[in-house]
Structure formats: structure tokens, C-alpha cells
């Protein structure tokens, strides 16, 4: 089945402890992409990826690392959560480019105390 | 830069009745513009895309849009909403900087 996978669903965590969101697709798309969703803002893109070794930032990257050392994988890092952090997070990919249809994976609810 | 605005954060519509959820964007270029719906607790889905084809696109579920350049506008309708269209739609718009925004989401209510 042709899906995107997130790991884990839900995370708690504390303030300062690093932490990483797994991302990978099976469909071999080039572009993959993560955002955080915030009640009233819509999402959010956070870094996205045109392809392997290729990552650049969307509208709200401070505070995360991402790296594409792999077509399918595409991990969001937290080096040092903070509470504004605590967010509904998303990762989505798409065949090519920004112009085709992206498939989300399920979401990471992720809460920093 | 590119922006996408959503007109309404609430519409509330009578079951059997049109539903209108309106969007504007702003573009240098021409943009690829979608609609994404997002039920409780779901993730989300494709309704509809313009990628510079027929202005008038048809998607999932009986649902249209127009894309109007002189108005920079991509309003997405429906000739009757039901029930299981109650969810939050949001406008999105991807432009030749590869980034891909989101406008702030519309929540659909259907009214018995």
C-alpha cells in the first residue's frame, strides 16, 4: 500500500531533550516536506526536499534540523524542544516538485513540557 | 513572495444548500493552487488542483473551483453540501520557489 508513515503518533517529552520524528514514503517521490499545525494558522511548512542531499526552508524552521540521506526517509530533528514547539506535525510527499499532489502521512502529536 | 488568504475561518450551511468557501491568493507567477480537506482527526486529503490547464476544475465528492486570475481568487464550491462535508478545507498555493503555503483553514459546518 502507497503510504506515508510517521513514528511515533504521539510523544511527550521535556523541555532541552532532543528528539527526532521518523518520515518515510514508499511511493519513490522526490519531494517530501514537514509542517506543524497550529489551531487558527493553518499549516505550517517547516524545511522541505526536492530530493536526496537536497533540503531547504519553509516558513518556520527555527528550533529543527531535517537531513534526505535517503530517497524514502526524511527525519524532522529537534535538537532542543522547547514549549512552543508542542504542535501537531505533518510530513508529506509528492512525486516532483511543489506542483503535484502531496500525500500526508498521520500526523505526530508532540507535546514539550 | 506568495500568500494565500482563506475569507471565512467559520461557514455554516443547511444541508441540501450551496456552499461557497472563498480564497485569494497573491503570486509573481503562475501558481499550482489546491484544496486539501482535513476531517476530525483525520489527516488530509486532495480534493482538487489547478496547475494552468481549464480554469474551471472538477474534483472529489461533486466539489469545484474556479481559478480567476484578474481576481486572484480560487473560490471552492459545491451545489449541496452533506452531512460527511462537514471539516476544515484549506486553499494551498506552490510557486516556482519550490515552497508550498497553506491558508489558515475554512471550517465547514452542515446545519440538520
Known amino acids: 500500500e502507497a503510504q506515508v508513515t510517521q513514528n511515533p503518533r504521539y510523544l511527550i517529552t521535556v523541555t532541552g531533550k532532543k528528539l527526532t520524528v521518523t518520515c518515510s514514503q514508499n511511493m519513490n517521490h522526490e519531494y517530501m516536506s514537514w509542517y506543524r499545525q497550529d489551531p487558527g494558522l493553518g499549516l505550517r511548512q517547516i524545511y522541505y526536499?526536492?530530493?536526496?542531499?537536497?533540503?531547504d526552508k519553509g516558513d518556520v524552521p527555527e528550533g529543527y534540523k531535517v537531513s534526505r540521506k535517503e530517497k524514502r526517509n526524511f527525519p524532522l530533528i529537534l535538537e532542543s524542544p522547547s514549549p512552543n514547539q508542542t504542535s501537531l506535525y505533518f510530513c508529506?510527499?509528492?512525486?516532483?516538485?511543489?506542483?503535484?499532489?502531496?500525500?500526508f502521512g498521520p500526523g505526530t502529536r508532540l507535546t514539550v513540557t | 513572495a506568495q500568500s494565500v488568504t482563506q475569507l471565512d475561518s467559520h461557514v455554516s450551511v443547511s444541508e441540501g444548500t450551496p456552499v461557497l468557501l472563498r480564497c485569494n491568493y497573491s503570486s509573481s507567477y503562475s501558481p499550482s493552487l489546491f484544496w486539501y480537506v482535513q476531517h476530525p482527526n483525520k489527516g488530509l486529503q486532495l480534493l482538487l488542483k489547478y496547475t494552468s490547464a481549464a480554469t474551471l476544475v472538477k474534483g472529489i465528492n461533486g466539489f469545484e473551483a474556479e481559478f480567476k486570475k484578474s481576481e486572484t481568487s480560487f473560490h471552492l464550491t459545491k451545489p449541496s453540501a452533506h452531512m460527511s462535508d462537514a471539516a476544515e478545507y484549506f486553499c494551498?498555493?506552490?510557486?516556482?520557489?519550490?515552497?508550498?503555503?497553506f491558508g489558515k483553514g475554512t471550517r465547514l459546518h452542515i446545519l440538520p
Open positions: 508529506a510527499s509528492s512525486l516532483s516538485g511543489n506542483s503535484n499532489e502531496q500525500y
Open positions: 526536499s526536492m530530493n536526496v542531499e537536497v533540503t
Open positions: 494551498v498555493v506552490s510557486d516556482r520557489d519550490d515552497k508550498i503555503i
